[in-house]
């Protein structure tokens, strides 16, 4: 009777276990950061990219920055997406439809090219106001796609932290040019509070 009730309780542990491992190899919910790394011509300035991931919504947020290490941020381009991945692995194709996307410029210089160009179109841009941006080519640091457009990623786990192989530098419209392998940004699940600009996203 003893062993019967062992038996049992093994089996039980290993029903858990094995859905505690399954749950573990998902991308699982939670907010994310990466470290700062170099952008743009001759990488002179910086960034640092945020995701957010809630059952199936996708939240991903641009900070970028005059200057190297992260510390005058200049716009943030703020995106949520429908998401869709095989739940039960570790790595593999990773499908996010655009929902909406925004454009935050918190520095004046910044402010006044792109109006003097008319990247966003002839309506003026304000400091600290965001506008939406998707479908646009050239208003931001990288054209974004419509609403309703499926971008093809490819994502890979490793235990507390993930890693993409497009997003946020790459926005792929077209399934066959799926990355295979991740890029280096490594997003890392959040502990301490990182400041930066909200801006509020409405589906």
Known sequence: MGMRKTNVFIFILF??????????????????ISDCLPHGEGLKNSF??????NDKRFEGTFLLFEGPQCKKQVLSVDYTA???????????A???????????????KWRHDLNLS?????????????IEIQGSVDCGPFPVPK??????DFFERRNSSFSLGAYPLLWI????????L??????KLKEVTHLRAKVPIKD
Request: glycine fraction near 4%.
């Open 48 to 53: 640092r990219s945020e995701v957010r991931i």
């Open 15 to 32: 029903i858990a276990l094995s859905l505690v491992f399954n749950k573990a190899n998902a991308l699982a919910p939670g907010e994310y």
């Open 94 to 108: 990773l499908d996010k439809r655009v929902i909406k996307a925004y454009l935050l410029v918190l520095d004046e």
């Open 173 to 180: 419209t077209e399934e066959s040019k799926r990355p295979a």
């Open 118 to 130: 008319q990247a966003c179109g002839p309506n003026e841009i304000l400091l600290n106001v965001p």
């Open 82 to 92: 429908e998401m869709s991945f095989e739940e039960q692995t570790q790595r593999g």
């Open 182 to 187: 991740t890029s280096r940004i490594e997003y």
């Open 147 to 152: 609403s309703g457009t499926v971008l093809y």
